[in-house]
């Protein structure tokens, strides 16, 4: 019986087309609270970046939220349960290589202040595109690092520049979403770490949860779950990793996943 689900949110609760949860799976959101379903988000996203996702996030009262890839975790009324930043060795190591060769937008994550190395075009375009030019981070000098808390890397390299980041970061790895940026987190990070902090938490078993998500950040998620669901605009390799794949984010993905699994 499943008794808690976990969702990535972009492109797994959220459209990418119409920015909202689609109202069918709102719908399918409340039915499963009614009957007792804990309901929780496994992100990327930091904390300072809730306030700009769209109304229909905000009225589900979510029962907890795994952020940063599992670095930070909050209960249902965003009290801090559990914080897991970047290692200060990692930071010295990895900053002033950054500084002397970044030649590309990177976004260090705090718990409230993000800030990029250098100005980020396509994330203005972002911002500007929801009507959110008040969130862009500010251009600052990354040594704040040393002494601020971090919990995330995004640096704005393809792929195959993974590896040369990683070998400047000690005790990093990549947990990358998409092809245009990834998430640099500690060594001993990510999204199962939270799932299991919050499951131990509820008193839940690994194999009562379920876990949605769509992008390469998520596959560790899926696996770790008792059901892995990939959404239907997943990568082919994040649909790999997913005990199922359920249809399209617009096309009734969420609620056909919960009819397919007896949930509704």
């Known amino acids: 019986m499943i008794k808690a689900v976990f969702f990535d949110i972009d492109g797994t609760l959220i459209s990418f087309t119409r920015n909202i949860i689609p109202p069918e799976a709102m719908d399918a959101l409340r039915q499963l609270q009614q009957k007792g379903v804990l309901l929780f988000i496994a992100s990327g996203r930091p904390p300072i970046q809730l306030p700009i996702l769209p109304e229909s996030f905000q009225q589900i009262r979510w029962d907890g939220y795994v952020l940063m890839n599992g670095q930070y975790c909050m209960d249902a009324d965003k009290k801090e349960l559990r914080r897991h930043p970047i290692s200060k060795e990692a930071l010295h190591a990895v900053v002033p290589w950054l500084k002397e060769n970044a030649k590309w937008p990177c976004t260090f994550m705090e718990l409230d202040y993000s800030y990029d190395l250098t100005f980020n075009p396509g994330y203005y375009e972002y911002l500007d595109r929801i009507g959110r030019l008040d969130m862009m981070p500010p251009v600052d000098d990354p040594e704040r690092s040393y002494t601020h808390d971090t919990y995330q890397i995004c640096p704005y390299i393809p792929e195959e520049m993974d590896a040369e980041f990683l070998r400047h ?47 390469g950040n998520d596959i560790t998620m899926l696996e770790y779950a008792g059901i892995g669901v990939a959404m239907g605009n997943a990568g082919e390799h994040v649909k790999k990793a997913a005990d199922y794949v359920t249809d399209h984010v617009d096309e009734a993905g969420l609620l056909n996943a919960f009819k397919y699994f007896g949930m509704l």
């Open 169 to 215: 970061a000690p005790g990093m790895k990549s947990a990358r979403w998409i092809d245009s940026f990834a998430d640099m987190i500690p060594e001993d990070g990510g999204k199962p770490e939270g799932l299991r902090f919050m499951l131990e938490r509820h008193g839940i078993k690994r194999e009562e949860c379920m876990a949605f998500g769509d992008g």
